[in-house]
Structures are given as structure tokens and as C-alpha cells.
């Protein structure tokens, strides 16, 4: 299926209210009412695009998450609108607003249906590079050889590569190889997607990402490499029994588990969009800025695989002319 390029656009605004929506709860100190704004706009926004959508990755099942849960129907739903599958995650970084601090982002990923893995919320191993690193990577390879690959395609000492981990006891092996080979380090609390992103902008300093983070955030952050010519590999990482079961209830045998996943089997096919909103200032993109007489300013990036544009939206909204906007406030208190 062709996925309208006009979707792209429909896509940003989705995030824009979210990334609006969440900003509100900067360094309030309260993630829980921060995500709930962010999943409250996403999902009010999403009824004005023209998809026929399915959430495969979204905020948990149905009798765990009130909106946007796995399997949700979503969209304007007209007779002609195109079935897609939809991988959310309205505030990547709910501590990072919280706490005001960096790289907080409300993302989307969107393709034809049955194109994008439905993963399990667990764990997963990764490692994700940039375009100029395409091909060079192995999971199931030592660390230092990827390292070693890796430098070799951008030409770089390994002293001068960079590799971003997450900064979780979990990794604290890792961090230690990386450190006994000579590449640079930088760790980050929160936000995994935006992480892995970075790999694929000079600008960031980030060559390769490594280790365990969320699976489904790993779908998502595999439809923005796709878009950028990126690469990237997982494994899922079931650490506990209780993950296990949510690897059984979608039908996961233990090959499935062990099996290596391309950034093929995470995103199929090339027609694929991407949409991301800045909720914090970041590495990539700025946070909404509120500037008084009901302005708001945000910051997103969109991308579409087909063709491998990627746009930067710089845009002002008028908050007291948006009825999203408006009725969230409502709502919210505000």
C-alpha cells in the first residue's frame, strides 16, 4: 500500500499537541499527570487524521491504559481512509519533564498494516548507527569489533567515537569494555528514541548506540532509521517472568525471543513515516517555548522512508484558537 505524503504533515500535528499539551507539566515534578496530558492530546489530535489507524505499540493493554492502548482503532476512519499500523510513545521522557530536564520528545511511527513488529513490552537488546555506518554493525559480534567497524566506516580513531548508553546499572559491564577499548561514552537518563536518532546527525556527536532498553521504543526508533538510512539490530531481553507472559500472549515462542531482528523485521518495506515533537530542548530538537499572549512555539522533525525527505517544522500556535488545546486545559485544570 502507498501511503499519502500528506500524512506526513497530519502526523506532526498529532505530536505538536501532544508535545503542547505535555510542556505544560515542565519541571512540576509530576510524570504521571505530564504523560497523561501528552497521551490526552495525542489522542484527541489523532481524531482529525484521515487513517484508518491500529496502536500496535501504544500505552499498554486495554485493561491497563485507557487511551491508545494495543489495538485501539484510531483516526477519521472514512470510508477511504488507509488502514496503518501506529507506534506511539506521547512522552518519551516522562522523568525529564518532570524534572525540566533535556531531550523530552512525543513521537509517532506509522506504516501500512502488518508493517511494523508488534513487540512486546520488555526489554530489548540494540545497537543503532547512522547512515555511514549502514551494514557494519552485528549484535551477536564482541563489542569491540562493532567499535572497531564502526570507526572504520566513518573513518574515525576510536578514540574520537562516540557511543551513547543508558545510564542503568544493567550496563554497567558494557560501559566498562567500552571504556578498556578507548571510545567515548555518553550516558542518558531518559529517552531512548531520541537517543538512537542521534546517531543519524553529525551535529549530536553520537556515532553508535548501545545496550538494553525498551522493545516497543525500539520499533519506533527503527521507522526513524529507516527514514534516515540508518541501521539497526535487537534482540528481545525478557528479564522477568511477568515479561515472559507478555511475550505468550502474543504468541512468542522462545526462537522468536532469541531471534536476531534487522531493522527489516522491525520496520517492513520503505513506506514508513516518522513524526517527532520537542517537549524539552535536546541534542535534535528545541522544547516548546510559551511566549505569552496565549503563543506557544515547537520544534518537530518528520520523516518519510519512501523517499528519505526529513523536514524541520519550526511553527507558532495560538492556543486560545486551538479546541484541542482549549479543552485539555479544561480538563487539566489550567
Known sequence: MKLDRNLAMSLVRVTEIAALASAKYMGRGDKIAADQAAVDGMRSAFNLADIRGTVVIGEGEKDKAPMLYIGEEIGARNEDSMEVDIAVDPLDGTTLVAKGLPNAIAVIAMAPKGCLLHAPDTY???????????????????????????????????????????????????????????????????????????????????????????????VISAAALKSMGGDMQGQLNVRSDEEMERCNDLGLTQKDIDRILTLDDLVKGEEVFFSATGISDGDLLDGVVYKGNNQATTHSVVMRGKTGTIRFVKATHKLDKNDILISLMKKHGE
Do not use: W
Open 124 to 218: 530489548m537488546k540494540k545497537i543503532a548507527v547512522g547512515p555511514k555506518a549502514k551494514g557494519k554493525i552485528d549484535i551477536e559480534a564482541s563489542v569491540e569489533d562493532n567499535i572497531k567497524s564502526v570507526a572504520k566506516a566513518l573513518n574515525k580513531d576510536i578514540s574520537d567515537l562516540t557511543v551513547i548508553i543508558q545510564d542503568r546499572d544493567r550496563h554497567y559491564d558494557l560501559i566498562k569494555e567500552i571504556r578498556r577499548i578507548g571510545a567515548r561514552i555518553k550516558l542518558f537518563g531518559e529517552g531512548d528514541v531520541a537517543a538512537s536518532i542521534a546517531t543519524c546527525f553529525e551535529d549530536t556527536g553520537v556515532d553508535i548506540l548501545m545496550g538494553i532498553g525498551g522493545a516497543p521504543e525500539g
